[in-house]
């Protein structure tokens, strides 16, 4: 039986590859890609000459299947997306969960994430963290998934796409406060790599000054609020807040 390598690849700078990515990606059968055109970019800065297959969203379930009958018989294969680790807000769970239900191996080569990437130098608090990925296009689904963050208290990481930073910038001032620290991480590892930090108001300032403020990629990050001590016994605290709940 062969193996399913998870193999992480740059988020912008071709250097951040490890030694093990690219020998792995050289030795394998085939390469499952998201969009093989620009995976081919990669390869051919490596000299890997692997065939590349596509595997995206919308055939993940039919040609995981595949994979994995060529992995039984096998073969080995590597699954890559178009940038960072796969399956973090990319495809491959599907595939993966094939692979662990017909007993394949499932080895995960480790690399660039966006979210740590951003994270471990945004000066937010580290010891507790929530990833959420992109937060829902409706906008008011958005903004009840911003509103279960009133009271968190662990820095909360998003994916954010260039046409939506702005609104959700100026929903979070409205939802969590104008005052509410922030942390945009733009163009990581790339040349306009750029982290503004400061209250939720002056990030959408910021964000309006200057129309290149909203170009490129982004990780929004939210600082946690305090966890100051209730002085209400946290029973009636939730009583209290089912009957605000009921209140016309
Ligand atoms: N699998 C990837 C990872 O490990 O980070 C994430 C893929 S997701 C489809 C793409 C999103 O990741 C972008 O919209 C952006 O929010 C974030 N991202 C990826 N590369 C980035 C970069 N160089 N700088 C900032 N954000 C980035």
New binding site residues.
């Given amino acids: 039986v062969g193996t399913l390598y998870i193999v992480?690849t740059p988020?912008?700078n071709l250097e951040d590859i490890t030694q093990r990515a690219l020998r792995i990606l050289k030795d394998v059968d085939v390469i499952a890609a998201e969009d093989t055109r620009h995976s081919q970019k990669l390869l051919q800065q490596y000299e890997i000459s692997t065939k590349l297959i596509s595997l995206h969203d919308h055939n993940e379930a039919q040609r995981g299947k595949q994979l994995v009958e060529r992995m039984r018989n096998g073969e080995n294969v590597a699954l890559i997306?178009?940038?960072?680790?796969?399956l973090?807000?990319?495809p491959g769970y599907t595939l993966v969960n094939y692979c662990r239900d017909a007993g394949v191996k499932v080895v995960p080569i480790p690399g660039?994430?966006?979210?740590i990437t951003?994270l471990c130098a945004a000066g937010l608090a580290t010891d507790k963290f929530i990833f959420e990925g992109f937060l829902p296009v409706k906008q008011q689904a958005k903004e009840h998934a911003l509103s279960r963050l009133i009271k968190q208290t662990a820095t909360t990481i998003f994916?954010?796409?260039p046409r939506r930073i702005e609104d959700t910038v100026s929903m979070i001032s409205e939802v969590l406060g104008a005052d509410r620290q922030l942390v945009v991480?733009?163009?990581?590892?790339?040349t306009f790599e750029t982290f503004y930090a400061d209250e939720a108001q002056n990030v959408l300032s910021w964000l309006q000054r200057d129309p290149n403020h909203q170009r490129?990629?982004?990780?929004l990050m939210v600082a946690g609020v305090e966890n100051e001590e209730s002085d209400i016994p946290e029973e009636a605290e939730s009583l209290l807040l089912l009957l605000c709940d009921s209140l016309p």
């Fill in positions: 992480a988020i912008g997306s178009d940038a960072g680790t796969p973090i807000s990319d660039a994430c966006a979210a951003a994916y954010e796409s991480a733009k163009e990581l590892t790339k490129g990629e982004f990780v």
